[in-house]
């Protein structure tokens, strides 16, 4: 492991940050308080800083002569989840909410990454260092954008970094290409005529029409797309009926479909609606239909993605970096940054023996990966923003 002897030094602190981030979660736009600690820190850092972008996003920036610019992001929601470690001495203070996903660590890497950045010599561009809302199914990311991130903030390239319990601590993985896949979400509605369930034949079967339509729908992926491809079809949810005499006259069916290509995203949606406008024309049933275009595929340049890679070998050493691993079928909003600038999107292993993944009430963030994850910001920013070798 290569840490500055600064950042190594800087530990305690981003801890004391972290647990402090992990104590005050806040979900999807309601980071105020999350965001008027980071903006304290930045100005403290020297950093010029811009707040409210997308309600509590934060900027802060960094200027060092001309040459190349680049963003730097960490996200800073938390889930609407509640935490089951009350023995924790750090555990949520807010019931119902909880940062279940680790980025409470993201904020603090980047701030202890912000704080060595500013004594760093050599460095000649400008950094932008964003402070994200609303990761977790909202699409900060995309309101950003829509409200004119990059136009403030001129950007050559993005970066963003995940940590990742399914990789061991002291590992990084970062690839040229997709690495998490898009999220859609679909609704199927089957209605017609219901009837005594002894007497079928004098209504309509949404009920068999419903699971018959979820066989179907397992088609796609296994008879339609490349089986060198990915995709993911799940149906999650069935609601129909009341008791067990009477045949429904509706039924509801949702689910989530994934691909890592834009191409095959969109042949989902369209076979997804094929079938089911099929399949409920054969029953004789009425269709309604919502089709929800959530996240895109997270997709690195190639450029980008070798700079990312070539930061975490400086830190973790070449032995300890995957630039094969498959990608998630997870998804990640950072996509729509990647959709708008060339970058790449990193995982850092947080794995320990026993401990709880993303998303779970017991889930914690890593605090042995803090210096990791901070040097390979400064690795980033010294590889874009370089006046001399680094
Ligand atoms: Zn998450
Ligand atoms: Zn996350």
């Not at 903006?39 to 972008?53: H, I, K, P, R």
Request: proline share 5%; with cysteine.
């Amino acid at each position: 492991m290569n840490i500055d002897p600064f950042l190594q030094g800087l530990v305690p602190e981003m801890t004391a940050w972290r647990q402090d981030f992990h104590a005050h979660p806040e979900i999807a736009w309601e980071e105020r308080r999350s965001s008027a600690c980071i903006t304290q820190l930045l100005t403290e850092f020297g950093y010029e800083v811009t707040t409210g972008l997308a309600g509590t996003g934060v900027v802060g920036t960094l200027r060092r002569g001309g040459g190349k610019s680049v963003m730097l992001r960490a996200d800073m929601d938390a889930l609407a989840m509640t935490e089951a470690a009350p023995e924790r001495p750090h555990r949520s203070l807010h019931p119902g909410c909880m940062h279940g996903c680790g980025h409470d660590g993201h904020m603090a890497m980047l701030l202890g990454a912000a704080k060595a950045l500013v004594r760093e010599p050599g460095l000649s561009g400008t950094i932008h260092l964003l402070f994200q809302p609303a990761e977790e199914n909202e699409a900060g990311a995309r309101r950003l954008v829509e409200e004119g991130l990059f136009q403030r903030f001129p950007s050559d390239a993005v970066f963003g970094l995940h940590n990742w319990p399914g990789l061991p601590a002291g590992v990084m993985a970062v690839r040229p290409g997709p690495m998490m896949a898009s999220c859609d979400l679909f609704e199927i509605g089957l209605s017609g005529k219901g009837a005594h369930a002894a007497m079928p034949h004098l209504g309509q079967d949404v009920v068999l029409a419903a699971a018959q339509l979820v066989s179907a729908l397992q088609a796609i992926v296994a008879r339609q797309i490349d089986p060198l491809d990915s995709a993911v079809v799940s149906v999650t949810q069935i609601e129909a009926g009341s008791t067990w005499n009477v045949m429904p006259a509706s039924a509801l069916l949702r689910g989530t479909a994934r691909a890592l290509k834009a191409e095959t995203r969109a042949f989902l949606a369209q076979r997804i609606e094929e079938i089911a406008s099929t399949q409920a024309q054969a029953a004789g049933l009425h269709l309604s239909w919502r089709y929800d275009q959530r996240y895109p595929p997270t997709v690195n340049s190639r450029a980008e993605a070798l700079i990312a890679r070539e930061a975490a070998a400086l830190v973790v050493g070449e032995a300890h970096v995957q630039d094969d691993v498959a990608p998630s079928m997870g998804a990640e909003d950072f996509a729509f940054l990647l959709a708008e600038r060339p970058g790449a999107y990193a995982w850092l292993g947080a794995g320990k023996a026993g401990a709880a993944g993303l998303h779970n009430e017991s889930y914690d963030f890593n605090d042995a990966i803090l210096a990791i994850g901070a040097q390979w910001w400064v690795r980033v920013a010294k590889l874009v923003c370089r006046n001399e070798p680094v």
